[in-house]
């Protein structure tokens, strides 16, 4: 396994987080993100990054608390989880779903659940194997 550290994002890793959300499809502007990242904090989530040996910051998990009226806690809900496609089976994507889960415990989170498109097959069977299993299907419009 990699040297790799988990930290909460900074405003000035804003370039490396635009270019990996670039991977999931989602084209983030980096001049756009060190304002969500304060926003979302704010509220009490959190972005997690897996930084290299050599400060690259090599993936990230965006964690969201979720309070829901049928549970007594909240859920912990990530919602974007990427890592490099160079540095994937490498060891990085576990360490930082393991982090996600130490922060949801943290946070008295119930459960943590995570949403990943229908067409990344690869991720989904990664998930399960880290202990994430198929409990549902998301369903949802754009407005």
């Not at 949403?115 to 990344?120: G, I």
């Amino acid at each position: 396994m990699r040297p790799i550290t988990i930290r909460p994002a900074r405003a000035t890793d804003a370039e490396p987080l635009a270019a990996l959300s670039a991977h999931l499809g989602y084209a983030a502007d980096a001049t756009d993100l060190p304002a969500r990242l304060a926003t979302l904090r704010g509220q009490g989530d959190e972005v997690l990054v897996a930084e290299d040996a050599e400060g690259r910051v090599v993936g990230y998990s965006a964690l969201h608390l979720m309070r829901v009226f049928h549970l007594p806690r909240p859920l912990g809900y990530i919602t974007a989880f990427v890592t490099d496609p160079a540095l994937r089976r490498s060891g990085v994507g576990r360490r930082l779903l393991e982090a996600s889960t130490d922060w949801a415990r943290a946070q008295g989170c119930l459960r943590l659940v995570l949403t990943s498109a229908e067409h990344r097959s690869d991720a989904h069977a990664f998930y399960e194997a880290c202990g994430f299993p198929r409990t549902g299907r998301r369903f949802g419009r754009d407005l």
